[in-house]
């Protein structure tokens, strides 16, 4: 049974440091082809793509905010760890974590095939 | 940037209806096309990838169709816990991979 979970602050200052961790079991990074990903909601909008690791540590960001995030993860503690800097009122939102499965098509090369499972969010509100 | 533009944005339904949503791509993503379910409050749930590939333990009367730029979710007949809100996402490329603004499903 797969599970993830995130945890972290609840209220991040504008300007701070906002670091988010994603605890998982009933997978592992040291099977080939497991990945996985955060994702966020602002209240009341879509879902927003943010980054991806796989288990050969590939790391994916999203362009727009490629130079505030970092994504790292432990393989031996089961978890990932986002980090994403200079917060800001607008990154207020409910971040969630989620598998995936790294798939192959022969036209566009390697891609995560979905993701399948997530955790429950975690809302970080964004206020001085 | 890959766009994904869905439509309707919002519609209401009746237990028992039929209901379609359709998901547009700004370029062709081949079937790199999944589809979410999303409750107030809860995870998103993985319905369908592939564009017509039913997540296993996902009910029969959800199905998906397409390629290309059009895709459709479909559910055959509309049951209480069926209202919330669906979004679809691409997969085929990573600059970012979007999720469509969403649909929402109330009760006519």
């Known amino acids: 049974q797969i599970t993830l979970k995130e945890s972290g602050p609840t209220l991040v200052k504008p300007t701070q440091t906002l670091t988010l961790t994603c605890t998982f079991s009933g997978f592992s990074f040291r099977s080939s082809g497991v990945g996985v990903a955060w994702i966020r909601q602002p209240p009341g909008k879509a879902l927003d793509w943010l980054a991806l690791?796989?288990?050969?540590?590939?790391?994916l960001y999203s362009p727009s905010l490629k130079s505030r995030l970092t994504i790292t993860k432990d393989t031996s503690r089961n978890q990932v760890v986002l980090r994403m800097t200079d917060m800001d009122p607008v990154d207020t939102a409910t971040y969630y974590c989620a598998h995936t499965l790294r798939d192959y098509d022969y036209l566009t090369g390697y891609y995560p095939r979905s993701f399948d499972y997530w955790g429950q969010g975690a809302l970080v509100t964004v206020s001085s | 940037d890959i766009q994904m533009t869905q439509s309707p944005s919002s519609l209401s339904a009746s237990v028992g209806d039929r209901v379609t949503v359709t998901c547009r791509a700004s370029q062709s993503i081949r079937s790199h096309l999944n589809w979410y379910q999303k409750k107030p409050g809860k995870a998103p749930k993985l319905l369908i990838y592939?564009?017509?590939t039913l997540q296993i333990g996902v009910p029969s009367r959800f199905s998906g169709s397409g390629s290309g730029t059009d895709f459709t979710l479909t559910i055959s007949s509309l049951q209480p816990e069926d209202f919330a809100t669906y979004y679809c996402q691409q997969t085929y490329s990573y600059t970012p991979y979007t999720f469509g603004q969403g649909t929402s499903v109330d009760v006519k």
């Open positions: 592939a564009a017509s």
């Open positions: 690791i796989y288990w050969n540590d590939d790391k």
